[in-house]
């Protein structure tokens, strides 16, 4: 089980290593994308279709219109998003469920490479990009044709799966199944500030929420790793680990550009016990958990998030088994230049029930 799916990258890994998997995360987006690229398809009529939109030189006007979001409108200009439509228009009439997912997935991964907007850093940047609108369609093809390449050379290798690998909707602070599960191998947002409802907020707003109303309802209840999410659920029963007490009060007298910083750090260790308990209820005796997880640094201070997360799984029940050291990742430019080359630890944090 993977309580924050993401992209899918461990149930595809689950897939390929023939073990039953379920995931689960807040984001639409992500839940649709995990469940496609765990997909079976038909090859042929895959190939069928890309080539019936190969074929297409005329377009019809788009019967439908983008919500009105101030977003959308810096990331593409009028004909851009009239091409985008027509496209849109054309994958909703197949009528094959699979290839039609198949075919949206490809047009979703396309949004950014033809919009004026760039993922950087944890932000989605406006930059500017000249997109010719004529090249929309071939990029798109271009796309699926890759895709196809990846499904049927996977499909080489591996035959027909013959494992039941799926994702819901959910949030990992109360997972809504009563399934029990052997082992948990997940990655939960790290405390960095990076919100993944404007990280993937063309794809959501495309296709997934209405309007920035319903965007901004995400933003509030996705974990508390970054500044804008709200406290969402009561959390009873935890008490502040004695270190990550200790950074905040020396955080608190040095002073931090952003104080908010200092809620969300203390939320997000609230969130991730609620997490670790959930996890905790759904696993079997014996089972064990994985958490990849990295440490931050903020004003100088490097709070080891691997080590408090450790400590906070014996208050939800969890047995702390180890923590690997899987990489060093560098800090953002901003605090290069006063902190100079200081990279955190990412780390997989073990315990078993
Ligand atoms: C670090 S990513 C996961 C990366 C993933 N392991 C992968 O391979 O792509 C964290 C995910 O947690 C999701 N998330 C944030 N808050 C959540 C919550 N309360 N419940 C479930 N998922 C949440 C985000 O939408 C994001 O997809």
């Known amino acids: 089980m993977d309580?924050?799916?993401?992209?899918?990258?461990?149930?595809?890994?689950?897939?390929?290593?023939?073990?039953?998997?379920?995931?689960?995360?807040?984001l639409p987006f992500s839940v649709f994308l995990s469940n496609v690229k765990t997909k079976e398809f038909d090859i042929e009529n895959l190939k069928e279709t890309n080539k019936k939109f190969g074929e297409i030189n005329k377009w019809t006007t788009p019967s439908s219109a983008l919500p009105d979001i101030l977003l959308l409108k810096k990331a593409f200009n009028k004909e851009t998003e009239q091409q985008l439509l027509q496209i849109k228009e054309q994958i909703m009439q197949i009528e094959d469920v699979e290839t039609r997912d198949?075919?949206?997935?490809?047009?979703?991964s396309i949004l950014e490479s033809v919009s004026n907007t760039s993922k950087s850093g944890g932000f989605l940047r406006i930059v500017d990009r000249n997109i010719q609108v004529e090249e929309i369609?071939?990029?798109?093809?271009?796309?699926?044709?890759?895709?196809i390449i990846d499904v049927d050379s996977y499909k080489k290798i591996n035959g027909q799966a013959k494992t039941e690998v799926r994702a819901f909707h959910g949030d990992a602070r109360e997972i809504p199944t009563t399934n029990m599960y052997d082992a948990i191998i997940t990655s939960p947002p790290y405390p960095n500030r990076h919100d993944y409802t404007r990280i993937y907020a063309l794809e959501l707003v495309f296709d997934f929420v209405k309007d920035n109303d319903e965007l901004k309802k995400i933003r509030y209840d996705t974990l508390r790793?970054?500044?804008?999410?709200?406290?969402?659920?009561?959390?009873n029963g935890y008490k502040i680990d004695p270190t990550l007490k200790q950074l905040i009060n020396q955080m608190e007298k040095n002073g931090v550009n952003n104080p908010q910083v200092?809620?969300?750090?203390?939320?997000?260790f609230e969130d991730m016990y609620l997490a670790l308990l959930e996890?905790?209820?759904?696993?079997?005796?014996?089972?064990?958990?994985?958490l990849v997880v990295s440490n931050v640094r903020f004003a100088g201070i490097n709070i080891p998030v691997d080590e408090i997360l450790s400590e906070i799984g014996k208050q939800a029940g969890l047995k702390p088994k180890g923590i690997w050291l899987a990489r060093y990742r560098g800090n953002s430019s901003q605090q290069m230049k006063t902190y100079r080359r200081t990279p955190s630890r990412e780390s997989i944090v073990i315990w078993e029930k």
Do not use: P, W
């Open 3 to 26: 309580s924050f799916c993401g992209g899918g990258t461990t149930l595809l890994a689950c897939k390929h290593a023939g073990v039953n998997a379920h995931g689960f995360d807040i």
């Open 102 to 108: 198949f075919f949206n997935l490809g047009f979703l």
């Open 137 to 147: 369609k071939n990029l798109f093809l271009d796309r699926i044709q890759k895709m």
């Open 225 to 235: 790793s970054h500044v804008e999410a709200r406290q969402k659920y009561e959390v």
């Open 262 to 268: 200092i809620d969300m750090l203390k939320g997000y």
């Open 279 to 290: 996890m905790s209820s759904h696993l079997n005796k014996n089972g064990k958990v994985a």
